[in-house]
């Protein structure tokens, strides 16, 4: 495939995803910033996050918001590291930034339990985000006792 190799295609690949990501993170912003030019900011964070259920267009946009910005970061991380492998640089400017990789999961996984939340909660209540949330506290003790 166009000779680039595995290497290739992964670094490709991860580029667009994060190209992709990136660009729902900013029609997300444009989205939030139109509300709040309709609605003010204080309105539109304080009331409409705590009943989701009668704002649910702002509360998802602001859990995606969430959501892809974490995902951009990964993504964008990855990209650079591929870049960075593929030319050569196993020691570059990147290993000196490794905390910014941190940054990521936990915006991945605010803005996760937040869709699951503004999504499911009118249906099956608050036990689906909840149980997630569990869940996810969960799963890291078990790895660490099993392993």
């Not at 166009?2 to 991860?14: F, Q």
């Not at 539109?44 to 259920?53: M, Q």
């Not at 930034?97 to 940054?103: A, H, P, S, T």
């Not at 699951?116 to 969960?138: E, K, Y």
Request: glycine share 10%; with cysteine; aromatic share 12%.
């Amino acid at each position: 495939m166009l000779g680039l190799g595995d290497a290739g295609v992964r670094e490709i690949a991860n580029g667009q995803a994060a190209l992709i990501n990136f660009f729902i993170v900013i029609m997300m912003v444009a989205y939030l910033a139109r509300v709040v030019m309709r609605d003010g900011f204080w309105h539109t964070f304080s009331v409409k996050l705590y009943s989701p259920e009668r704002n649910v267009g702002t509360a998802i946009a602001i859990a995606m918001f969430v959501y892809f910005l974490g995902a951009s970061v990964r993504a964008i991380w990855i990209w650079a590291q591929l870049y960075h492998q593929n030319r050569g640089y196993h020691n570059g400017p990147l290993n000196s930034l490794q905390e910014i990789r941190l940054l990521a999961a936990p915006l991945i996984i605010v803005g996760g339990l937040c869709m699951i939340r503004v999504l499911l909660n009118p249906r099956w209540g608050r036990a689906t985000w909840f149980s997630a949330g569990g869940i996810m506290l969960i799963l890291p003790i078990a790895i660490h006792y099993w392993s």
